[in-house]
């Protein structure tokens, strides 16, 4: 294997690291913005429960090539343009997301709501300011899940014009340079491992109530 | 769009090898294998760990650390450390395969009620017993759960063993793009995803069929853990 590849070519793997990280991460702050408020209409009736879910699976279940490949026809973009990945990766975060919100709005405790309702918060005072914070927990599982997926997905943009690291795939391949596709899988897991830490730890300082009492012995 | 249609409709794209029919075949050939090697290897070994409890961290940060793994990068790793060919590719697609199901086996044998399984080893069963007719059939909704989302995986990174030489509906995604022949992309694409909705399909029915209708209540929703 010729290491000799990677010090020769840092400055490259440094471009395809930004534009993985802005590819990785845009689709998740975009879908988390879709998935909030249609996870809350999930919870509204077992109709839209049932049309939201069955949506998202079934977008959930068309592999990411294919949809990378035919959104073009949707957006009218061309082929090789970036905006397919990060459309695309968007719909898979909220296909992952909506469960999630859905699943946390429903156990807020019933208790909890009543509570604020009787102290007169509005409607949607309280969606903003009890319900959703008491589904953060939740919501950010579901969101470490969306990130970590998205951060290997990226890479199958390759195939169609823009991957980040999955660019030293291709053309590792290609060139028949083994070392380059390796730093590429590396720096992939290394990407998802740092972005799964960090959004544990904003889960954690988002969500100072979760601690308060576990030690005190319930 | 009409490109499209007149790509569907043209006789010579549903005969001869690469014809819609034969890519279709190659594509669920690629899957079954690989899901086969891949259970063959999971199941047993998640039964175990969930029925003993010894090396339960490796499955569960191997399955979390292996969702990270991008498929592209390993197959076409695999393929030029081993050569073009059906074998490396196949490794590459069992190695991504077996994570799901390995997870799915282990979590739903640990997931058995503890009176259920206390109440077996009361009644006298052995733990071949407990294990095979107690842990196995409470599990299969979860196995087929960790089977379900191992297929999907497997018929999405077989469109991808097209940019290595292989068959499979990718070749319609690969050489269209080779040659700017954006409808016969499309085409392949639909396909790909009608395929992977269809098996989605065939194995919630599995699952429906062979899981006890004792199961199938849907359980009360368990307060996620703060976690």
Not at chain 1, 50 to 67: H, Q
Not at chain 2, 121 to 142: D, I, Q, T, Y
């Given at each position: ?7 020769r070519?840092?400055?490259l793997?440094?471009?395809?690291t ?11 702050f ?5 998935s909030?408020?249609l996870?809350w209409?999930a ?6 429960r049932?049309v939201?879910?069955?949506v998202?699976g ?11 490949v035919m959104?073009?026809?949707?957006l009218g973009?061309?082929i090789l343009?970036?905006?397919?990945v990060?459309?695309?990766?968007t719909?898979?975060?909220v296909?992952?997301l ?15 709501i009543d509570?604020?309702?009787a102290m007169?918060y509005?409607q ?7 319900e959703?914070?008491?589904a ?6 579901g969101?470490r ?10 890479t199958?943009?390759a195939l169609?014009g ?7 795939f291709?053309e590792?391949?290609?060139?028949d340079?083994?070392?380059e596709i390796?730093a590429?899988?590396?720096l ?7 972005f799964?830490g960090?959004?544990?730890l904003v ?7 979760t601690r308060?009492?576990?030690?005190a012995?319930? | ?9 043209d006789?010579a794209?549903?005969?001869g090898?690469d014809g ?16 086969l090697?891949?259970a063959v290897?999971a199941?047993p070994?998640?039964l175990?760990?969930?029925h ?5 961290f490796?499955?569960?940060?191997s ?9 592209l990068g ?11 060919g059906l ?5 590459a697609?069992v190695?991504?395969a077996?994570?799901?199901i390995?997870?799915?086996t282990?979590?739903g044998v ?8 206390d109440a ?5 069963m052995s733990?071949r017993e407990v294990?095979?007719?107690?842990e196995?059939?409470?599990a ?9 989302s191992?297929?999907l ?6 469109t ?5 030489a292989?068959g499979g509906?990718g070749?319609?995604?690969?050489d269209?793009l080779?040659v700017r022949?954006y ?13 992977a909705?269809?098996a989605d399909?065939a194995l ?7 899981v006890s209708?004792g ?7 368990r307060?996620?853990?703060a976690a």
């Amino acid at each position: 294997m010729i290491w000799g590849w990677i010090p020769r070519n840092v400055d490259l793997i440094v471009d395809r690291t930004v534009e993985h990280i802005w590819l990785a991460l845009v689709p998740v702050f975009l879908g988390l913005i879709v998935s909030v408020p249609l996870g809350w209409l999930a919870t509204t009736t077992a109709t839209a429960r049932n049309v939201v879910i069955t949506v998202t699976g079934l977008l959930y279940t068309v592999p990411s090539l294919a949809l990378i490949v035919m959104l073009p026809l949707v957006l009218g973009t061309q082929i090789l343009n970036p905006l397919n990945v990060v459309v695309a990766l968007t719909i898979y975060t909220v296909a992952l997301l909506v469960r999630s919100v859905a699943d946390a709005l429903d156990a807020v405790p019933r208790v909890v709501i009543d509570a604020a309702t009787a102290m007169g918060y509005s409607q949607l005072r309280r969606f903003v300011a009890v319900e959703l914070p008491l589904a953060i927990p939740v919501i950010v599982a579901g969101l470490r899940v969306a990130v970590v997926s998205n951060t290997s997905l990226v890479t199958v943009g390759a195939l169609v014009g823009l991957g980040g690291l999955g660019q030293l795939f291709t053309e590792g391949f290609q060139r028949d340079i083994p070392s380059e596709i390796l730093a590429g899988i590396v720096l992939v897991l290394l990407l998802a491992l740092v972005f799964d830490g960090v959004l544990t730890l904003v889960g954690r300082a988002v969500t100072p109530w979760t601690r308060v009492g576990a030690g005190a012995g319930r | 769009m009409g490109g499209i249609l007149q790509w569907f409709t043209d006789p010579a794209h549903w005969s001869g090898s690469d014809g819609v029919p034969v890519r279709i075949l190659e594509h669920i050939y690629y899957a079954l294998l690989t899901l086969l090697v891949a259970a063959v290897i999971a199941i047993p070994l998640g039964l175990y760990v969930g029925h003993t409890g010894h090396g339960r961290f490796l499955v569960v940060s191997s399955a979390n650390s292996l969702r990270a793994l991008p498929t592209l990068g390993v197959l076409v790793l695999a393929v030029v450390g081993f050569g073009v060919g059906l074998g490396p590719a196949l490794a590459a697609l069992v190695v991504l395969a077996v994570p799901p199901i390995l997870a799915g086996t282990y979590a739903g044998v640990q997931a058995v009620d503890r009176a259920v399984v206390d109440a077996a080893h009361g009644m006298g069963m052995s733990e071949r017993e407990v294990l095979f007719k107690v842990e196995l059939p409470n599990a299969l909704p979860l196995i087929i759960g960790g089977l379900r989302s191992a297929t999907l995986q497997v018929i999405s990174t077989a469109t991808i063993a097209a940019y290595v030489a292989l068959g499979g509906l990718g070749r319609y995604i690969i050489d269209g793009l080779s040659v700017r022949d954006y409808a016969e992309m499309v085409a392949g694409s639909i396909l790909l995803a009608l395929l992977a909705i269809a098996a989605d399909l065939a194995l919630a029915g599995l699952q429906r069929a062979i899981v006890s209708p004792g199961l199938r209540t849907p359980r009360r929703i368990r307060r996620p853990a703060a976690a």
